[in-house]
């Protein structure tokens, strides 16, 4: 049981080079999110989807899109990398209801230079 | 924005020792909370969730103050591997995505 895979593990980027992390969850879980985590800072929410077909943005959703097709899959876009993006990026997923705990994947390190 | 603020650390304790960790959240109409562990360049874990009447693992006992709108962790008898960032997690909404973190507690135990 893989659980929440991401890829890649790390990347560096150029500004305005745009490029997709991958997020995938074998647990049929119906709810995914994307988070950042910067230093000195709690993990902010970019976007979520609460089943496939349906997304919306999280506290920072600028500069990034998602898509969820599939219950399986959710990719996170970079449009046009900035520096502020640099970060580490976690993927999470969860069975939806407010109650249940979120699953993480081993996060994304992007630095953009 | 402070919705859940906790005290940053670290906090350096000798193993077996007994240590806590307070965190408050602002919203009162807060509906489900969480501990997370978060070790050195790794993903969040669930360490417990925190129900109304209190709830206990092992060493590890949550606690959670509705009228003064904080929760609790208590770690019993310190081992080296309790060693890891703390993360209060509080669920303000009706859906997952009104989940808020802190900024999490560093703790680190010496022998």
């Avoid at chain 1, 560096?12 to 997709?20: D, E, N, W």
């Avoid at chain 1, 640099?86 to 230079?113: E, K």
């Avoid at chain 2, 669930?46 to 693992?57: H, T």
């Avoid at chain 2, 019993?76 to 802190?102: E, H, M, P, W």
Wanted: charged share 15%.
């Amino acid at each position: 049981n893989a659980g929440v895979t991401q890829t890649p593990k790390f990347q560096v980027l150029k500004t305005g080079q745009s490029m997709t992390l991958q997020c995938a969850q074998d647990m049929n879980h119906e709810y995914m999110s994307w988070y950042r985590q910067d230093p000195g800072m709690g993990l902010r929410l970019i976007h979520y989807s609460v089943g496939a077909g349906i997304t919306d943005q999280g506290e920072v959703p600028n500069g990034y899109n998602v898509s969820r097709s599939t219950t399986e899959d959710f990719p996170l876009r970079l449009l046009s990398a900035a520096p502020s993006q640099t970060s580490v990026y976690f993927c999470a997923s969860s069975r939806g209801q407010i109650n249940q705990p979120q699953h993480f994947g081993d996060g994304t390190r992007l630095s953009i230079l | 924005r402070k919705e859940v603020e906790q005290d940053p650390g670290p906090f350096n304790v000798p193993e077996g020792a007994t240590v806590a960790f307070n965190c408050t959240y602002s919203n009162s109409a807060s509906q489900s909370f969480f501990w997370y562990r978060q070790d050195c360049r790794k993903e969040p874990k669930l360490l417990m969730s925190v129900y109304s009447s209190g709830n206990e693992d092992g060493r590890f006992t949550a606690q959670l103050n509705r009228a003064s709108q904080y929760i609790s962790l208590l770690i019993r008898d310190s081992k080296l591997s309790d060693s890891a960032t703390y993360l209060c997690v509080v669920n303000i909404g009706g859906s997952q995505g009104n989940l808020i973190f802190g900024k999490g507690t560093k703790l680190s135990v010496k022998p």
